[in-house]
């Protein structure tokens, strides 16, 4: 069974940094292309970041560039973002996702974790 454990949200102050944390099971998580979304409250799903599956090409949403980092360890079947100077704006659920390419479909997410950034 494919799964997807999405952990590390939490309330912090604009400004603050989070790590979240993906841990992967029930599929061969170092051939795939990883990545993250979020869902802002109201609003709809939102694109944040994807990593390929050697780490070698990651990409961002222009919203979260140079504020957030996507990585993995394929070690430990687990995908990581890094969350730096986080806005108020950064509030929302966020899903690790698998995908089917780089560029491909979502074929599996996790759970989701909650981000808050309030004063």
């Known amino acids: 069974e494919v799964q997807l454990v999405d952990s590390g949200g939490g309330l912090v102050q604009p400004g603050g940094s989070l790590r979240l944390s993906c841990v992967a099971s029930g599929f061969a998580f170092s051939t795939f292309a990883m990545g993250w979304v979020r869902q802002p409250p109201g609003k709809g799903e939102e694109w944040v970041s994807t990593?390929?599956?050697?780490?070698?090409?990651?990409a961002y949403a222009d919203s979260v560039k140079g504020r957030f980092t996507i990585s993995r360890d394929n070690s430990k079947y687990t995908l990581y973002l890094q969350l730096n100077s986080l806005k108020t704006e950064d509030t929302a659920m966020y899903y690790c996702?698998?995908?089917?390419?780089?560029?491909?479909?979502?074929?599996?997410r996790g759970q989701g974790t909650q981000v808050t950034v309030s004063s």
């Open positions: 990593i390929d599956s050697e780490s070698s090409a990651t």
């Open positions: 996702v698998r995908r089917n390419a780089y560029y491909g479909v979502i074929t599996a």
